[in-house]
């Protein structure tokens, strides 16, 4: 197969496509930042982020530019929002290790300085008494091509049916403008709508600079459970909130659509124009 950084190629079948030899499934989440792009959301934190960088530093900032340092000094303020970026999936991957620890019934790593989500998380459980049944599962949908990992399924106390709940985690008050962001449901249903659950990590490679998952005949899996709802878990140090996602037909559909859209972006938009042509020579005169 030759070598191409097109979404149909990193998808692509190796072998017979019925004894499922290899199958490259994209992630979910980069689908959707495919599809999506940056919303008007994320924009709006990133120039935030970086013009409080800029007015709390200042001082350093000016001291760049007197030195005649202007490129240096823009790299500082437009690098700035990795750091704040870093910082909260680092938040979230330990915040969600904790939970996922507790959840499976082992005494999980505490640090002090996410007491305050884990405290939050302590209250949920304690009010809605969740009876984990997944918790960190890798999920496949090898029809539509991707893979990814859910949160939870659990049963919720006064529930008779499974609940998929995927954990988020923010520093911002209630008052601000903070998740579950629209993208999130698409993610959920995607989940939702998987076709199984591996029982052992994911295979993971990355090809053309973006990460897919590897589904064949080794990859062991059970059905995925149909789950009655989904909701979203926005925990803070503030509060925590359970959020209700739709996963109904239409947001399914909007979620293929995502599917197309990455398609187009990766591959078929790049092979959508040819080369000028030109005009046919004129005869010459006789």
């Not at 900032?61 to 202007?70: D, H, P, S, T």
């Not at 490129?71 to 969600?96: F, P």
């Not at 090898?142 to 529930?159: F, P």
Request: proline share 6%; net charge negative; hydrophobic share 40%.
């Amino acid at each position: 197969m030759a070598a191409s950084s097109g979404l149909d190629d990193q998808m692509a079948v190796s072998g017979d496509a019925e004894s499922l030899e290899e199958v490259r499934l994209y992630s979910v989440t980069n689908l959707n930042k495919l599809a999506l792009g940056a919303g008007e959301g994320l924009m709006t934190w990133i120039a935030n982020t970086c013009s409080d960088f800029a007015v709390n530093n200042h001082d350093a900032i000016g001291a760049l530019l007197a030195a005649g340092e202007k490129e240096a000094a823009r790299n500082l303020i437009r690098d700035s929002r990795w750091r704040k970026t870093d910082q909260a999936a680092e938040r979230g991957t330990l915040v969600h290790a904790v939970a996922e620890a507790m959840a499976l019934g082992v005494e999980p790593k505490l640090y002090d300085h996410l007491q305050p989500w884990v405290d939050q998380w302590e209250l949920f459980l304690a009010d809605f008494k969740p009876k984990f049944l997944m918790a960190e599962a890798p999920v496949y949908n090898v029809k539509h091509r991707y893979a990814g990992t859910l949160d939870i399924i659990a049963e919720l106390d006064g529930l008779d049916y499974p609940v998929m709940i995927d954990v988020k985690t923010t520093e911002k008050k209630p008052e601000e403008n903070r998740p579950p962001y629209e993208e999130t449901s698409l993610q959920i249903v995607a989940y939702a709508r998987a076709e199984m659950v591996g029982v052992s990590p994911m295979a993971q490679r990355t090809y053309g600079g973006r990460r897919y998952y590897i589904f064949n005949s080794d990859t062991k899996t059970v059905p995925m459970p149909k789950v009655g709802a989904a909701f979203v878990l926005v925990i803070s140090p503030y509060d925590y909130q359970l959020v209700p996602c739709r996963i109904e037909n239409d947001v399914w559909h909007v979620f293929l659509n995502v599917i197309d859209i990455a398609r187009w972006r990766t591959d078929l938009a790049k092979r959508t124009f040819g080369p000028a042509i030109t005009p046919p020579k004129k005869e010459e005169a006789a």
